[in-house]
Every structure is written in C-alpha cells, then in structure tokens.
C-alpha cells in the first residue's frame, strides 16, 4: 500500500510511519493541511489516515479533496474528537471510517483493510505454507478452519506475513504491537511468538529465530 499518513503529533506520526514501513508499506507523512491538500492528488495513493486538528487548517477539508478525485481516497479518520456529533460528522463528509486515539496499530490496520475491500483495493487471496488469507477476510486459515489469534498475535503475524522470507527484527515487531511504544516490555514480543509458533503446528509455516538478527516466516518443505 501507499499511504497517506496527515498528523501533526510527531511522535503518533513517526511511531504510524515506522509500524507501516516495517511492513513494506510506502508512508508519506506530513502534518500541515496545505501539503495534504496538495498529496491528496495523487494517483499512486492507496489509502488516507487524517487527523482532524492541524495547525494551518481543518482536516474535513482535506477529507472533501480526497473525496473529490475522480476515484474517491479511502479514508480513515484519527482523531481525539470523540464526541457523537464529531464522529457523525466525519463520516457524513465521506470518511470510510473514523477511530478515535487512543488506538492500538492493530485496530487502525484492521480497519484500513476493511475500507480497502470495500473500495475493491483488496481482492486476491493469498496462500504460504498451508496458511491462507482471502480477499474478504483479515483472518488467517488452516484447512478451511480460522485460526484463533488475539489481537496482538494477529499483528505479529499480520508483519511477519507481509515480509515473509525476510527478515523482521524485534524492533519491528514492538512497533507493530505498540506504535507509540508505551505498553509493552522489551521482553514481550517473545511470549506473543512462542503462543503463536504453537497455533502454527501443522500449517506448514514456521517463525525462525535468527539471533541477534530477527525472525523470519519460513514455509516448510
């Protein structure tokens, strides 16, 4: 995907640009109205992430630019403004979805590839190992069956997938459980992926550890 990243927080901003990056993305970031009015135009942007509040003007009208290509920008607003009345009218001015921050990176990714099937960005399914992933559906599936992975589970492997047979440091995994990086230990990612090697026996996939490197998802002969 390539995203457009409108935040003037630089700490929320960075820490969004890192997590998707770490996935392969390409993020722009800016934090001004006037350069998102003029990002907007163009035609290699798969998706918009706006917040509402910058400092040279308001986010609303840069979500009605968006809205008037000629192919409308899936957008998903972020926002502190968590009033009803807010909420409501983001969405009438065409935003696909709106989240309010607090937030968890897993919670906007979901999000994000919900108005990407619902625009048609998303549409073919994938398959490594015996893991795999349709067009209309964030899960991942064994034989047919939903794997059952928490929500931060379900961001290690969301990256892992994204860059299976490359390399994935920690770094990149604390990014894509806790952007901001507030909540979790240096030492948590590890407990995440020993649950998680676990609920992949038999999927013919397999995180290997490569010490001091990072991880890599690996489909097994």
């Known amino acids: 995907m390539e995203i457009l990243i409108v935040e003037d ?9 890192s997590a998707f990056l770490a996935r392969g993305d390409s993020v722009q970031v800016t934090g001004s109205a006037v350069e998102a009015l003029r990002q907007v135009g163009s035609a290699s942007l798969s998706a918009l992430i706006l917040d509402l509040g ?3 003007g308001e986010g609303l009208e840069v979500l009605r630019r968006a809205r008037a290509r000629p ?3 899936p957008t ?3 926002s502190a403004r968590d ?3 807010e909420r409501i009218e983001g969405l009438d001015a065409g935003a696909d979805d709106y989240i309010v921050k607090p937030f968890e990176f897993a919670e906007l990714l979901a999000r994000l590839r919900a108005v990407l099937r619902r625009s048609g960005a998303l549409r073919s399914s994938e ?3 015996a893991l795999e992933r349709g067009p209309d559906d964030a899960r991942f599936f064994y034989a047919g069956a939903p794997l059952m992975l928490s929500p931060r589970e379900q961001a290690i492997l969301e990256l892992l997938w994204t860059r299976r047979e490359r390399l994935v ?15 979790i230990a240096d030492s948590t990612p590890q407990e995440f992926e020993d649950r998680l090697r676990k609920k992949l026996e038999g999927c013919a996939v397999s995180i290997n550890t490569l010490r001091g490197f990072g991880y890599l998802l690996q489909a097994e002969a």
């Open 71 to 73: 192919v409308p920008l």
């Open 169 to 183: 440091s920690k770094q990149d995994l604390l990014r894509a459980i806790d952007p901001v990086g507030t909540e």
């Open 54 to 56: 910058l400092p040279d």
């Open 83 to 85: 009033a009803l009345h």
């Open 127 to 129: 398959r490594f190992g």
């Open 76 to 78: 998903v607003i972020m």
């Open 9 to 17: 927080d630089p700490a929320i901003a960075l820490a969004l640009q």
